[in-house]
């Protein structure tokens, strides 16, 4: 299996601008997480999903952040309107209940300028 | 609220001797515990976990000790190599759900 793949790894983007970060998890886990790295809070887990359906949503910072996962093997975590502030890397990870610890992708760099 | 606290964001140590990272939880609740490593432009992965019903797991040069009572962890790197340094997030988790990372700790180990 090719792991946790997010994409794009970088994106550049303008304040009000629409941002799209996309993960695919690996193959048969059934949990996927979204986190969001930053120097205060290190990795802050935005939201979590089980089995496609969103669990805990407690951690999205506003409401200009959205996440869905439509099918097993794809989620969008969505900013709009984005802001300078918005600017980290974010992580998607998934894992199975056949495993204690998550598998992390290698992370989209957003930056808001 | 932060529920994983790792209070020291650096540490440097000489190549051969013992690297030891601490980490803080408030949540009584949480039963698995974990640490990654987190190189540069890389995602963190997985290094060592340990389940609450035990107090000590070795695997190799990394030991991880968990103290329930004082809702403390440790991981314990003998001897450190150059290529440990890395950055390492404490995690925690209940059920196998919702992982709880800290803030991290950048290792440094100098040759």
């Known amino acids: 299996d090719a792991g946790v793949i997010q994409s794009p790894r970088h994106e550049v983007t303008e304040m009000g601008q629409e941002v799209t970060l996309r993960c695919k998890p690996i193959?048969?886990?059934?949990?996927l997480f979204w986190y969001r790295q930053t120097m205060m809070r290190g990795l802050e887990l935005l939201i979590y999903f089980n089995n496609n359906v969103p669990i805990d949503d407690s951690g999205m910072p506003e409401d200009r952040f959205s996440a869905k996962m439509p099918n097993a093997s794809f989620s969008t975590l969505k900013i709009q309107p984005s802001e300078p502030r918005d600017s980290a890397v974010y992580f998607c990870a998934s894992s199975s209940y056949l495993n204690t610890e998550a598998f992390f992708g290698q992370g989209t760099r957003l930056t808001v300028v | 609220d932060q529920q994983v606290k790792q209070n020291s964001p650096s540490l440097s140590v000489q190549e051969g001797r013992i690297s030891i990272l601490n980490c803080d939880y408030t949540?009584?609740?949480?039963?698995?515990f974990l640490w990654y490593k987190k190189y540069p432009a890389e995602g963190p992965t997985f290094l060592i976990s340990?389940?609450?019903?035990?107090d000590k797991n070795e695997d190799g040069r990394f030991t991880v000790f968990l103290n329930k009572s004082a809702k403390h962890l440790s991981l314990h790197i003998v001897p450190s190599q150059p290529g440990d340094s890395a950055v390492y997030f404490c995690?925690?988790?209940?059920?196998?759900?919702?992982?709880?990372f800290g803030t991290g700790t950048s290792l440094t180990v100098i040759p």
């Open positions: 193959s048969g886990h059934n949990s």
């Open positions: 949540n009584s609740m949480f039963d698995y």
């Open positions: 995690a925690a988790s209940r059920n196998g759900n919702q992982f709880y």
């Open positions: 340990i389940s609450s019903i035990k």
